[in-house]
C-alpha cells in the first residue's frame, strides 16, 4: 500500500529534476484556465502558432529521414532537402527567441492522445 | 454522479471497509455478475485538491489489489448513474473477466529513461550557421548527423526495453517525448518479480551511463486495462 508518493520510487538516478519537468503539466492539466490577461494574451497566440509549425516541422522531418532511410534518394535531393531542415530548424529557434518560449511551451497536451509533440 | 474506481473479481467480497472515497465519501459495490465495481456517489465533482484526489483514488484501487484482481479505472472515470454502470457491466462481462485473468497477480512497473546530457544534448550540434550552409554537402552532413542521433537514440532505447520485456508477462511502450527520452514503457510483472525487475533496472542503469533511468511503481494496472474499459467509458461518462 502507498502512503508516500516516494513509496513509489523504485529505481532513481540521484538527479530526479529532469524527470519532473512533467510535473508542472500534470497541475496545468488537471486544472487548466484560460489565460485572459491582456499582456499575455499576444505571447499565448504566438505559443498556439508557433506550437502548430513545430508539429509541421517535426513531422516533416521524421518523414524526411524516412524517405532518406528508404533510399533511392539522389545526392542532390538529399542535400536540399538537408538544407531545408537545416533552415526550418533555424528559423524556429529565432522565433522561439523572439516569443520568449522555450521547447516546453511548444507542446500541447491532448489528454488521452498524449502530449502533441 | 457516480466514480469508478476499480472492477475486479469476487463479487462476494466487500470493499475494505476502511478505505475511503474522494472528498471521504463511502465506497459502494456494485455487483453485476462475476465483477464487483467500486464506486462512490458524489452530488457534484469532488472539491479536494487534484493532486490529493489522484492518491485517493489510487488508493482505493491498491486497497482492492490485496484481495482480488482489478481493472483500475483511470482517474476521472465516471458514470451518471448506477443503471448506467449496471448496463456497462453487463454488456462487457465476459470480456472483462478475461482481462482480468490477465491481470490477476501482476503489478504494473513503470520505467522512463532519458539521455544524460539531457535535451539540449541530445539533439543535433546544427552545423555552424556560416560557414557549413555555405559547404556544398552541408545539407547532406545534417541529415546525416540527425539520422545517426536517431538511430543511436533507437537503439539505446531498444537495449535497455528488450530485458525488461523479457521479464514481463506483458509491455506496453510509448514514444518518447522529445529526443531525449530514450524509453517511456510500463512492463506487467508477477507480483514476486518485482524485486528481480527492480535489480534488472538497477544493473541496467551501472551498464548504460549514457540514460538516467527512473523505475517507479508497483502500480495497479492502469496501462494494461484501458483498451478493455476505454470503449465503454469514453461517452457514457460525464465530463472528466
Given at each position: 500500500?502507498?502512503?508516500?508518493?516516494?513509496?513509489?520510487?523504485?529505481?532513481?538516478?540521484?538527479?530526479?529534476?529532469?524527470?519532473?519537468?512533467?510535473?508542472?503539466?500534470?497541475?496545468?492539466?488537471?486544472?487548466?484556465?484560460?489565460?485572459?490577461d491582456p499582456d499575455s494574451v499576444?505571447?499565448?497566440?504566438?505559443?498556439?502558432?508557433?506550437?502548430?509549425?513545430?508539429?509541421?516541422?517535426?513531422?516533416?522531418?521524421?518523414?524526411?529521414?524516412?524517405?532518406?532511410?528508404?533510399?533511392?534518394?539522389?545526392?542532390?535531393?538529399?542535400?536540399?532537402?538537408?538544407?531545408?531542415?537545416?533552415?526550418?530548424?533555424?528559423?524556429?529557434?529565432?522565433?522561439?527567441?523572439?516569443?520568449?518560449?522555450?521547447?516546453?511551451?511548444?507542446?500541447?497536451?491532448?489528454?488521452?492522445?498524449?502530449?502533441?509533440? | 454522479?457516480?466514480?469508478?474506481?476499480?472492477?475486479?473479481?469476487?463479487?462476494?467480497?466487500?470493499?475494505?471497509?476502511?478505505?475511503?472515497?474522494?472528498?471521504?465519501?463511502?465506497?459502494?459495490?456494485?455487483?453485476?455478475?462475476?465483477?464487483?465495481?467500486?464506486?462512490?456517489?458524489?452530488?457534484?465533482?469532488?472539491?479536494?485538491?487534484?493532486?490529493?484526489?489522484?492518491?485517493?483514488?489510487?488508493?482505493?484501487?491498491?486497497?482492492?489489489?490485496?484481495?482480488?484482481?482489478?481493472?483500475?479505472?483511470?482517474?476521472?472515470?465516471?458514470?451518471?448513474?448506477?443503471?448506467?454502470?449496471?448496463?456497462?457491466?453487463?454488456?462487457?462481462?465476459?470480456?472483462?473477466?478475461?482481462?482480468?485473468?490477465?491481470?490477476?497477480?501482476?503489478?504494473?512497473?513503470?520505467?522512463?529513461?532519458?539521455?544524460?546530457?539531457?535535451?539540449?544534448?541530445?539533439?543535433?550540434?546544427?552545423?555552424?550557421?556560416?560557414?557549413?550552409?555555405?559547404?556544398?554537402?552541408?545539407?547532406?552532413?545534417?541529415?546525416?548527423?540527425?539520422?545517426?542521433?536517431?538511430?543511436?537514440?533507437?537503439?539505446?532505447?531498444?537495449?535497455?526495453?528488450?530485458?525488461?520485456?523479457?521479464?514481463?508477462?506483458?509491455?506496453?511502450?510509448?514514444?518518447?517525448?522529445?529526443?531525449?527520452?530514450?524509453?517511456?514503457?510500463?512492463?506487467?510483472?508477477?507480483?514476486?518479480?518485482?524485486?528481480?525487475?527492480?535489480?534488472?533496472?538497477?544493473?541496467?542503469?551501472?551498464e548504460h551511463r549514457e540514460a538516467?533511468?527512473?523505475?517507479?511503481?508497483?502500480?495497479?494496472?492502469?496501462?494494461?486495462?484501458?483498451?478493455?474499459?476505454?470503449?465503454?467509458?469514453?461517452?457514457?461518462?460525464?465530463?472528466?
Open positions: 500500500m502507498t502512503d508516500h508518493p516516494g513509496d513509489k520510487l523504485l529505481a532513481a538516478p540521484d538527479d530526479l529534476a529532469p524527470f519532473a519537468r512533467d510535473l508542472p503539466r500534470l497541475g496545468e492539466a488537471l486544472s487548466r484556465r484560460l489565460d485572459a499576444e505571447r499565448g497566440l504566438a505559443q498556439l502558432v508557433l506550437t502548430i509549425v513545430e508539429l509541421l516541422r517535426q513531422l516533416m522531418e521524421r518523414q524526411a529521414l524516412r524517405r532518406v532511410d528508404a533510399g533511392g534518394l539522389d545526392a542532390e535531393t538529399v542535400e536540399r532537402l538537408g538544407r531545408t531542415l537545416m533552415a526550418l530548424g533555424e528559423r524556429m529557434e529565432e522565433l522561439k527567441e523572439v516569443f520568449g518560449l522555450d521547447d516546453e511551451d511548444l507542446n500541447l497536451d491532448l489528454g488521452p492522445l498524449g502530449h502533441l509533440l | 454522479m457516480i466514480w469508478v474506481y476499480a472492477i475486479g473479481e469476487r463479487p462476494d467480497l466487500a470493499p475494505p471497509a476502511s478505505a475511503l472515497g474522494l472528498d471521504g465519501a463511502p465506497l459502494e459495490g456494485v455487483r453485476e455478475g462475476g465483477l464487483l465495481a467500486v464506486v462512490s456517489r458524489h452530488a457534484a465533482a469532488p472539491g479536494m485538491p487534484a493532486i490529493d484526489a489522484l492518491w485517493a483514488h489510487e488508493h482505493v484501487v491498491e486497497s482492492l489489489m490485496t484481495d482480488r484482481a482489478v481493472l483500475p479505472m483511470r482517474f476521472g472515470s465516471q458514470l451518471p448513474d448506477e443503471a448506467a454502470l449496471r448496463r456497462a457491466l453487463a454488456s462487457r462481462h465476459d470480456d472483462l473477466l478475461s482481462v482480468l485473468d490477465g491481470v490477476r497477480g501482476r503489478v504494473e512497473l513503470a520505467v522512463r529513461a532519458l539521455s544524460a546530457d539531457g535535451a539540449a544534448g541530445a539533439d543535433v550540434p546544427v552545423p555552424a550557421a556560416t560557414g557549413a550552409v555555405n559547404g556544398h554537402d552541408s545539407g547532406r552532413e545534417y541529415v546525416r548527423t540527425k539520422l545517426e542521433l536517431r538511430n543511436r537514440a533507437e537503439a539505446a532505447g531498444a537495449a535497455l526495453h528488450a530485458p525488461l520485456a523479457a521479464l514481463a508477462a506483458a509491455e506496453s511502450r510509448r514514444p518518447g517525448r522529445g529526443p531525449a527520452e530514450l524509453l517511456r514503457a510500463s512492463y506487467l510483472v508477477e507480483r514476486p518479480l518485482v524485486a528481480t525487475f527492480r535489480s534488472l533496472v538497477q544493473r541496467l542503469q551501472r538516467a533511468m527512473l523505475c517507479t511503481g508497483p502500480w495497479p494496472p492502469y496501462s494494461f486495462v484501458e483498451v478493455a474499459v476505454r470503449d465503454w467509458m469514453t461517452g457514457v461518462g460525464g465530463d472528466a
